[in-house]
């Protein structure tokens, strides 16, 4: 079965550092997401795109934060100068075109700032 | 913009024994509400959604329902085994390929064996 595969796993970074976080959604899907969740608490949406824009933005999606959809399989998210408050799991998730919103997660990536 | 409230936060059942997780949402609009099931250092999975269409689902030992008027959805799962421990997270959205999900804050689910 397809599934959405991230990486890295973990990264660990400096604070003012840039990080990219990348993502593989899954090959036939058309919508893709960017959600992260603090340890402990709820998953929060961040942004979504379709056809190379971005659809949504939260306001946690402030001018720090940009994606990319590089080429016809990757979707990144980065951050430009890193914060202590970005540590956090950054899940991906992609949807088909006509799925009724079924989103499929990916394993996450485990965003450390020291 | 939606806001969802999720209870309990954590649950602790016998196994064998049936758990309950209730969610509660703001935005009459949201029409699609998926149950997503995390286990440790995971990623969220899918394992049942429901929309307006319908006022319940059953999939084996679980089954969502949903109450539009009262804008308020459940999670049950019967006859619980130790592998359903878990964190259960409720979410609203409406209906279309490119919206964003609101979550709940999660259920922790403990099953004593």
């Known amino acids: 079965e397809p599934e959405v595969t991230q990486t890295p796993s973990h990264q660990v970074t400096q604070m003012g550092q840039e990080v990219i976080l990348r993502c593989v959604p899954i090959s036939n899907h058309l919508y893709f997401y960017w959600y992260r969740q603090i340890l402990g608490q709820k998953v929060e949406f961040l942004v979504s795109f379709y056809n190379n824009e971005i659809s949504e933005k939260s306001e946690i999606f402030d001018d720090q934060f940009s994606v990319e959809r590089p080429d016809g399989s990757n979707f990144t998210l980065k951050i430009r100068s890193t914060k202590l408050e970005d540590s956090a799991m950054y899940f991906c998730?992609?949807?088909?075109?006509?799925?009724?919103?079924?989103?499929?997660f990916g394993p996450g990536t485990r965003l450390t700032v020291l | 913009g939606e806001n969802v409230e999720q209870h309990p936060s954590t649950l602790s059942v016998q196994e064998g024994d049936s758990a309950v997780i209730k969610c509660t949402y703001s935005d009459s609009a949201s029409n699609y509400f998926p149950w997503y099931k995390q286990e440790l250092g995971k990623r969220p999975q899918l394992i049942i959604d429901?929309?307006?269409?319908?006022g319940e689902k059953k999939d084996q030992r679980i089954a969502v329902t949903l109450n539009k008027t009262a804008k308020h959805f459940s999670l049950h799962i019967t006859e619980t085994q130790p592998e359903d421990s878990a964190v259960y997270f409720c979410a609203a959205s409406k209906n279309r390929a490119d919206y964003k999900l609101s979550f709940g804050a999660g259920t922790t689910v403990t099953v004593r064996a």
């Open positions: 998730a992609s949807s088909e075109l006509d799925s009724d919103n079924e989103q499929f």
């Open positions: 429901i929309r307006s269409n319908v």
